[in-house]
């Protein structure tokens, strides 16, 4: 399944709360977006309690239960975590990761919010959640029959809502600050090889593992940071996480080099540092430079003058780094008016970048 649409996690939660009180609804997203967090919080926030089940480890009688004789018939007894006497929610997480048989069971109880003779209590909701084939997570071919008793939507990342969550989760402010400053990393592409990923989920480890070992209150060996960066997230961040753990003497180091206040490090065993920022100062230019230069105000005014004598003075420091700063990445590219200003300006950097 991949839906031609997606929607954030405010968009969900509004969904869940308009749509899931009446027809049961199917969350669809790679693993570690966030889909069971928000499941709670809906629950949480209708008051309701929250049932897990998780589908790949389900067989069909902890569904419809076990037969039991009464007189001359015999009825099945629901499980006692389902047959419920007061309204909740019933979460039925990797439901697409259980055997047809599993899914057969399920069709009464998300089609009817039924078990044999048992109902779910009136106010009750039914959400499901899975991955996706593409995400090389465990999942079966749902029934056509099961696609169609359910409503379904598709969750992303978004790092502007998912940093409102953190501050309120009290997620470790290393964390918090490297996101703000790169919220790009919230989320990597699935690696193909068996190697750790950066989602929500793996920066959540990331900030309990942090607290556990005092980091910010205590001093922690780089070693230590390493072990736990390359533990929980792609390499490639995990190296930017730790550059930018090594620039806290001093968090302000990118806004002082713009102003002029203080320069671009050039020392060789501050080379991980550099690229840190100078990653950070292209995510600057990408949200802070409009593509329309008419439409800038003041500080991108300032921005836009500042930057193309920083990436100057950064191309005689690292040549690599400074095209680094200007090179197309995907969909992101900087505003055609300032890479022609740097054609006219810098145009070595630029034929070399071409």
Known sequence: MNLPLSVTQNELSDILLNIAPVRPVFIWGAPGIGKS??????????????VSLLGSQLAPEDIIGIPQIKGETS???????IA????????????NACSQEVQKAFYSLIHEKRIGEYHLPAGSVVIGAGNRSQDSAIVKTMSSALINRMFHVQLKADPTQWLSWAYEA?????????????PDHLFSPLPKTEEPYSTPRSWHMLSDALKEYGAGTREVSETTLKILA???LSASHAGMFLAYTKQLGNQHLLSEIIKGTAKWPS???????????AQSFRAMLLHELPKNKQKMNQNAQYLAFRAKALIRD??????EIAQM??????DNMLPDWFLVEIVRDLPRLVSDNT
Request: with cysteine.
């Open 314 to 319: 950064l191309s005689f420091i690292n040549h």
């Open 325 to 330: 700063v200007i090179s197309a990445d995907g």
């Open 267 to 277: 020392r060789p065993e501050e080379r991980d540092v550099l690229y840190f920022l």
């Open 84 to 95: 419920k006497k007061e309204p909740y929610c019933l979460f039925l997480d990797e439901l």
């Open 75 to 81: 009825e099945f007894l629901p499980p006692k975590m």
């Open 170 to 182: 009290n997620i470790h402010p290393w964390v918090t600050d490297y996101i703000t400053q790169r």
């Open 230 to 232: 390359y533990g929980c």
């Open 37 to 50: 967090a928000l499941v709670e919080k809906f629950a949480d926030s209708v008051g309701l309690p929250c």
